[in-house]
């Protein structure tokens, strides 16, 4: 993803919380549902109390990215990268009997997910180099 305001800026990609997260993932469908209850209370609440709740929620809204990594941890470059330079790049292209291309490098420009972790990570990916 790209920022608006200035084109040269890559941001990485956006956790969401989906639906088929709170179905398979208990704990999150729980804070969830206490999310709710919070939110309604924030809404009578008054003053200092009102605070409380808002920082309360705040902190629940958190908590729910934590509880989804920990059941579904994201990937992420990490001491891999840093081997890069040891590890052999050597590819060998051939095209099965659909004419779609086939590589065997660890690393290959003909799949999606490979481009998506080369441009989520461009910044370390930097500075590592």
Not at 61 to 90: C, F, R, W
Not at 114 to 123: F, P, R, V
Request: some cysteine; charged content about 35%.
């Amino acid at each position: 993803m790209i920022e608006d305001g200035d084109k040269n800026i890559l941001l990485t990609q956006k956790k969401e919380i989906t639906n088929k997260d709170l179905e398979e993932i208990q704990a999150l469908k729980d804070l969830k549902e206490a999310i709710k209850i919070v939110e309604e209370m924030e809404k009578a609440a008054t003053g200092k109390k009102r605070y409380k709740l808002k920082k309360w929620l705040i902190e629940m809204h958190q908590e729910q990215y934590v509880i989804k990594d920990s059941y579904k941890p994201t990937m992420t470059s990490g001491t891999a990268v840093k081997n890069l330079t040891k590890t052999s790049l050597d590819e060998n292209i051939t095209f099965d009997e659909n004419q779609e291309p086939v590589s065997d490098c660890i690393v290959s420009f003909f799949k999606p997910e490979h481009i998506c972790a080369l441009l989520c990570n461009y910044s370390a990916l930097k500075e590592d180099c």
